[in-house]
C-alpha cells in the first residue's frame, strides 16, 4: 500500500506530539504552576485582606458572595468567591495562552526545521495536516486543562478545609464552571492555527518578554470575559459558558475545515526558514 495512503491526521497527531513533549514537557506543567500561585494568591486576598482588591473586583466578589453565601461570614464568603466565581476564568486564560501558543510553537517550528516539505512527500492531501496540526494543538489543550483543573480543585479543597468552608461549596456550580476554558481552548487553538499559517510573523514577533501576539489575541476572549462579569457581577456564569461552548464549537468546526479547504501548500512550505 502506498505511504500516503497510510498517513492520517491521527498518525501526524502522535508525531506532532510526541515532538512537542520532548521540546516543551516543561513547559506545559508551568500553566498547573501558574494556576496554583495565582488561585492561591487570590483566594487567600481575598479571604484575608480584600483592601487589596480593586474597586470593581471587590464589589463583583461582594455582590457575588452576598447571593450564594450570604449565610456566612463574609471572609469566607469572598474567598469563595474567588475560588469558584473567577477562578475558572484564570485557568481558562492561561488554558488558552497555552493553546494558542502550542498551535503557533508547532507550526512555526516545522517551518524553520523545513520539516512540511518532508512531510508533503507522504502526505498529498493538505487537509491532513491541517486536522494533525489542530488535533495536536487540541491533545495539549486538554492535557493543560485537566493538569489545570486538578491544580485549582487541589487549592480549592485546602482553602475550605482550612476555613471550614465546605458546606459552601456547589459541585455542580464548581463543574459547570471548570468547563469553561474547553470551549476557550478550542477557540484558541482554531486562532493560533489560523493565524501562524497564514501570517507566521504575528507567531514571531513577541509582546514585551511574555508571549508572541498570537497568543495575546488568544487570551483576549476570556480576558473580556472576566471583565464583563466582573463589571456586571450579577451576570448568570452557566449562561455565559452555555455560549462560550454553542460560539466556541461552531468557529473551531468552521476554522477546521475551512483551513482544510483554503489552506494550500504554499502557506506550509512558503514560509519556511522564517
Known amino acids: 500500500m502506498n505511504k500516503a495512503t497510510t ?3 491521527f498518525n501526524l497527531a502522535w508525531a506532532f506530539l510526541w515532538r512537542i513533549v520532548k521540546e516543551r514537557g516543561k513547559a506545559i506543567l508551568l500553566a498547573p504552576a501558574v494556576v496554583v500561585i495565582l488561585l492561591a494568591g ?6 484575608a485582606t480584600p483592601k487589596l482588591l480593586t474597586g470593581p473586583t471587590m464589589n463583583a466578589l461582594k455582590q457575588y458572595a452576598s447571593q450564594n453565601y450570604h449565610d456566612v461570614s463574609q471572609a469566607k464568603g469572598l474567598m469563595c468567591a474567588a475560588l469558584f466565581a473567577q477562578g475558572p476564568f484564570f485557568i481558562a ?3 488558552a495562552l497555552s493553546a494558542s501558543g502550542s498551535a503557533s510553537a508547532l507550526i512555526t517550528g516545522e517551518m524553520r526545521r523545513g520539516t512540511f516539505e518532508i512531510l508533503f512527500s507522504g502526505v498529498r492531501d493538505t487537509s491532513k495536516l491541517v486536522f494533525g496540526l489542530m488535533l495536536t494543538a487540541t491533545g495539549i489543550s486538554l492535557v493543560d486543562w485537566v493538569l489545570c483543573t486538578v491544580a485549582a480543585a487541589t487549592v480549592g479543597a485546602l482553602f475550605v478545609s482550612f476555613t471550614g468552608a465546605w458546606s459552601l461549596v ?3 456550580q464548581f463543574i459547570y464552571g471548570f468547563t469553561l476554558p474547553i470551549p476557550l481552548a478550542l477557540l484558541g487553538t482554531a486562532g493560533g492555527t489560523v493565524l501562524s499559517l497564514k501570517w507566521p510573523w504575528l507567531a514571531q514577533n513577541r509582546v514585551g518578554t511574555t ?7 488568544g487570551t483576549l476572549p ?3 470575559l472576566l471583565l464583563y462579569i466582573t463589571l456586571n457581577p450579577s451576570a448568570d456564569v452557566a449562561a455565559i459558558v452555555t455560549f462560550s461552548w454553542f460560539l466556541s464549537l461552531i468557529l473551531f468546526i468552521l476554522v477546521c475545515f475551512g483551513l482544510a479547504l483554503g489552506i494550500k501548500r504554499t502557506h506550509f512550505i512558503g514560509s519556511s526558514g522564517v
Open 7 to 9: 498517513i492520517t491526521p
Open 170 to 172: 456547589n459541585f455542580g
Open 222 to 224: 476570556p480576558i473580556l
Open 211 to 217: 508571549g508572541s501576539v498570537v497568543q495575546t489575541i
Open 42 to 47: 487570590f483566594a487567600w486576598i481575598a479571604y
Open 93 to 95: 486564560m492561561l488554558v
